[in-house]
């Protein structure tokens, strides 16, 4: 069966094969037995029921993905709605943050596919049981990615042995509200005696509830110090909206989001 696979957001995993759409069909359009439109986040929901009707005349379409029916919890097909190298061997969080769209139970996954990128909600939430599989898994893997966040207050010895034995790129954590500071530094201290700031990268919450521009700020100069690159993450809610001013956080969180312009903010105090 040929399907066409649209999707309403461009990300750094989508995938890019041949098959794969990013707005309505093209004027000149190969012949295709379904559509199906994948939908990750719950703003691009109205965009998605647009695109439905323009893919309407081409194929048979069905509209999915986490915004509309939640966590899958049927396994993962590699390359299908993410691009190559990208694997997930568990759904959902036990977590339930309220400044996270992730609410789904956790499970893990039964038949692992392979892949050097992690994109799980939070890995290190699974049982030894899957962690170990995973583990071994990524034994045949080169540039691993842990692009979906450990959570640093389940980084421990073993943990950080189980990573060591591997090829790593690059390897992020999470801070997403002062009180998981200490949780933060003590997983810092793990990692730092075997993986380099340019390894280890960190997601920074930024522009959720009251935060100020300046809040923002010294947290993420707080996780440089730290011997981390921070990364940060502008809050939007259910609707996709920003916090307000939101072209002012827009503008505030675009250099640091970017290694270069972090690194260049921050001359004079690098290690």
């Not at 399907?3 to 012949?31: H, L, N, Q």
């Not at 439109?37 to 703003?43: D, E, K």
């Not at 997403?176 to 993986?195: E, G, I, M, P, T």
């Not at 990268?201 to 809040?215: E, M, P, W």
Request: glycine share 6%; net charge positive.
């Amino acid at each position: 069966m040929k399907i066409a696979r649209i999707f309403p957001t461009k990300t750094s995993m989508s995938p890019i094969d041949r098959d794969v759409y990013f707005g309505p069909p093209e004027f000149f359009m190969p012949e295709y037995d379904e559509v199906h439109i994948s939908v990750t986040f719950t703003w691009d929901i109205e965009k998605a029921e647009w695109l439905k009707k323009q893919w309407e005349e081409v194929a048979p379409v069905k509209i999915g993905g986490p915004a509309i029916q939640g966590e899958p919890r049927d396994g993962f097909r590699s390359g299908m709605y993410l691009r190559e190298g990208v694997t997930i061997t568990s759904r959902g969080c036990p977590n339930r943050c309220p400044w996270c769209q992730v609410q789904s139970p956790l499970i893990e996954l039964r038949n692992i596919q392979p892949g050097r990128i992690i994109q799980d909600n939070n890995l290190l939430a699974c049982s030894r049981k899957h962690l170990d599989q995973v583990f071994s898994m990524l034994q045949s893997q080169k540039r691993i990615e842990f692009s979906g966040g450990f959570e640093s207050s389940r980084i421990t010895d073993g943990i950080v042995e189980d990573l060591r034995g591997l090829n790593i790129y690059q390897i992020f954590l999470a801070y997403d509200h002062q009180n998981r500071l200490r949780s933060l530094k003590l997983a810092v201290q793990k990692l730092a005696k075997y993986f380099n700031r340019n390894q280890l990268r960190c997601y920074v919450l930024i522009g959720f509830n009251s935060d100020s521009f300046d809040q923002a700020e010294e947290r993420l100069k707080l996780v440089w110090d730290l011997g981390l690159l921070p990364f940060a993450m502008l809050y939007r809610n259910l609707t996709g909206e920003y916090p307000e001013p939101k072209i002012e956080w827009k503008r505030f969180q675009r250099p640091w989001s970017r290694p270069a312009a972090i690194k260049s903010m921050m001359k004079g105090k690098l290690n």
